[in-house]
């Protein structure tokens, strides 16, 4: 899988596209960009493989040396374990940046199971709770409309 990193990112087509299938309320934009929008305080890095886009990987940059990761993988390269090589692309630039990373993950999103499962598997916890209970806690959050914050560890 390559990857291109967008410098100066602005909100293009292809996001929109990939983006839509998961369903803008998945992320935490304040409002849909027009086509041509500069992505202010976010890295974008694209994901392709033989000539296919396959995702998108995103880092939200905060004042507080933290970066939010999000994700969004074309609907039909889902389940092919993208999201834990784009996860680690995403690390893998926070650390260079001195970032901390962590994610977010949004009560009105339909992968809310799949995405929670995969940043589990991926080392991530969820914020306030005991590593014994993250798997019983996440069961419960599956069906809770909360918002979730999964910190490394």
């Not at 929008?37 to 880092?59: A, C, T, V, Y």
């Not at 809770?144 to 560890?153: G, H, K, M, N």
Request: hydrophobic fraction near 35%; charge should be negative.
């Amino acid at each position: 899988m390559l990857n291109s990193i967008e410098e100066n990112p602005v909100w293009d087509k292809e996001k929109e596209l990939i983006i839509k299938e998961q369903s803008f309320t998945s992320f935490h934009f304040d409002s849909i960009p027009n086509i041509g929008d500069p992505l202010e305080n976010q890295i974008w890095i694209r994901f392709h493989q033989d000539d296919k886009l396959i995702g998108f990987g995103w880092i939200e940059t905060h004042e507080d040396r933290r970066g939010e990761i999000s994700l969004a993988v074309e609907e039909s390269m889902r389940g092919n374990h993208f999201a834990k090589s784009i996860i680690k692309s995403l690390e893998e630039k926070c650390e260079s940046l001195n970032l901390e990373p962590y994610g977010i993950i949004q009560p009105e999103n339909p992968s809310r199971e799949s995405v929670l499962k995969i940043m589990l598997e991926c080392h991530y916890r969820i914020s306030g709770v005991s590593c014994e209970r993250q798997i019983t806690h996440a069961r419960t959050l599956w069906n809770i409309p909360l918002t979730v914050e999964l910190s490394r560890t």
